[in-house]
T-cell receptor, first 111, second 115 residues
Framework: GQQVMQIPQYQHVQEGEDFTTYCNSS?????IQWYKQRPGGHPVFLIQ?????EVKKQKRLTFQFGEAKKNSSLHITATQTTDVGTYFC???????????FGTGTRLKVLA | DVKVTQSSRYLVKRTGEKVFLECVQD?????MFWYRQDPGLGLRLIYF???????EKGDIPEGYSVSREKKERFSLILESASTNQTSMYLC??????????????FGPGTRLTVT
């Protein structure tokens, strides 16, 4: 079945360093979503990417969708302690609203 | 603002009990989902519903059933709770924006412990 993998599973960075998480799907995706879950909280929608090669920015966050629409990345520039949490990517199974979530990358930022 | 509420934040049940987890959304969304979240496994889809009385199995439906009698309410039922169902349960509803973007809105989660 369709699988969505994320690496790394964990990342510890010093405040001010950059951070990147990668998402890889076993199948081509029509779109990909990113969510952030703060410790003790629930996932919160960040963004959706639809087009091949698409790049979107939200302040210090840069999201990319691969040319083949099978991979994506989230890059955070100059991390802050408020960036702490787990970042998930999610892609839909073909023709449905059923989303497969990646395993998540837990980010810790050391002040 | 979309609001998704879940009936309990924490629940402790005994093995063999029947457990009901309730989820309510206030935005008239058609699609609703139940996930469980376990460390290292991410979010795994148990069941989803695309309309009243309509449901589809997700990736791990065994041991669970669902009910959607009204559009705003989606219930997850553990017919006979077992210790391997100890987990965080998250409900979500799906919003479609004007620009054909889809966003899942999650409830706060129910942490279920089965002893």
């Amino acid at each position: 079945g369709q699988q969505v993998m994320q690496i790394p599973q964990y990342q510890h960075v010093q405040e001010g360093e950059d951070f990147t998480t990668y998402c890889n799907s076993s199948t081509t995706l029509s779109n990909i979503q990113w969510y952030k879950q703060r410790p003790g909280g629930h996932p919160v929608f960040l963004i959706q990417l639809v087009k091949s090669g698409e790049v979107k920015k939200q302040k210090r966050l840069t999201f990319q969708f691969g040319e083949a629409k099978k991979n994506s990345s989230l890059h955070i520039t100059a991390t802050q302690t408020t960036d702490v949490g787990t970042y998930f990517c999610a892609g839909p199974t073909s023709g449905t609203y059923k989303y497969i979530f990646g395993t998540g990358t837990r980010l810790k930022v050391l002040a | 603002d979309v609001k998704v509420t879940q009936s309990s934040r924490y629940l402790v049940k005994r093995t063999g009990e029947k457990v009901f987890l309730e989820c309510v959304q206030d935005m008239d969304h058609e699609n609703m989902f139940w996930y469980r979240q376990d460390p290292g496994l991410g979010l795994r889809l148990i069941y989803f519903s695309y309309d009243v009385k309509m449901k589809e199995k997700g990736d791990i439906p065994e041991g669970y059933s669902v009910s959607r009698e009204k559009k705003e309410r989606f219930s997850l039922i553990l017919e006979s709770a077992s210790t391997n169902q100890t987990s965080m349960y998250l409900c979500a509803s799906l919003r479609r924006t004007r620009h054909s973007s889809y966003e899942q809105y999650f409830g706060p989660g129910t942490r279920l412990t089965v002893t």
